[in-house]
């Protein structure tokens, strides 16, 4: 990284790491409104502002999310939240102004804005994370929660139109794991356009595979972690554990994904 230009902003963002332990200190009132702040600050698509975000105080509600995500360190975060891509709001705001929500030529259940409303809601938790971090917190985003959809809705009582995407937790960081390895800048960046062959696409796999595998993530430090190689060919079989029900709930809020 010698020719990186260094600023505050810039080494923030690359020393980002999950932080998965919190001191049990609860956060400011200054700091939520600052981090929420910020969230509304990030780029929006046509300026339709079609997301929103849970923050999560109940303990029980904590201690259930925590059950579906399977992260015990979720019911203890100082700070929670679920962002939720949301075109009920969006829909309201247009019934009111007369338009005729059950017709075809209604577009805020398509796949389109629920896609941009999705892309929305994801900028936004990176901008209040980066926030977190350059205030001297911690985070991890959650897409563990996702493990049970139908549950994570009928938990947070979401209307139609509305999917959950993320959750973030944040808080005073009490643990300091590695930086997590990252993928040759050649494997991801391309000029003008995507390689044509997969010999050009995978140099520089073995490096990583190598680096990736002497990583020791502090959730277990027994072992070091599988290759990425590995990771990915594990991960290139569906568990059925998410991807299964996406259609099913999102037609149960509203959504028409065939549009």
């Known amino acids: 990284m010698s020719n990186i230009l260094h600023n505050a902003t810039v080494d ?13 200190k609860p956060l400011s009132n200054d700091i939520v409104e600052t981090l929420e702040t910020v969230a509304q600050h990030a780029a929006s698509s046509q300026f339709l502002n079609d997301w929103s975000a849970i923050r999560i105080t109940d303990p029980a509600t904590k201690k259930r999310l925590a059950e579906i995500g399977g992260q015990p360190y979720i019911a203890t975060a100082p700070l929670l939240y679920v962002f939720v891509l949301d075109e009920h709001r969006n829909a309201a705001i247009a019934a009111s102004k007369g338009v005729e929500t059950a017709s075809d030529e209604f577009t805020l259940n398509g796949s389109y804005r629920y896609t941009q409303a999705q892309n929305d809601a994801v900028l936004a938790l990176h901008a209040m994370e980066t926030a977190a971090y ?7 985003i959650l897409g563990s929660l996702l493990n049970d959809v ?8 979401l209307p139609e139109y509305t999917y959950p995407v993320l959750g973030l937790a944040i808080g005073k960081p009490d643990q300091n794991p590695a930086l997590k390895p990252r993928m040759p800048r050649s494997m991801q960046f391309f000029e003008n356009e ?14 990583f595979d190598e680096e990736v595998h002497q ?8 072992r070091p972690v599988d290759t990425f190689s590995d990771q990915i060919a594990s991960n290139a079989v569906d568990s ?8 099913p709930n999102a037609k149960r809020q509203g959504f028409r994904l065939e549009r």
Do not use: M, Q, W
């Open 12 to 24: 923030t963002l690359l020393e980002r790491r999950s932080i998965r332990k919190f001191k049990p």
């Open 134 to 140: 350059s205030l001297g917190l911690g985070c991890v």
């Open 150 to 157: 139908s549950a994570l809705i009928d938990l947070l009582n």
């Open 194 to 207: 995507y390689p044509s062959n997969n010999e050009t696409l995978l140099a520089g796999l073995r490096d």
């Open 215 to 222: 990583y020791y993530d502090l959730r277990n430090t027994e």
């Open 240 to 247: 059925g554990v998410t991807s299964k029900t996406v259609a």
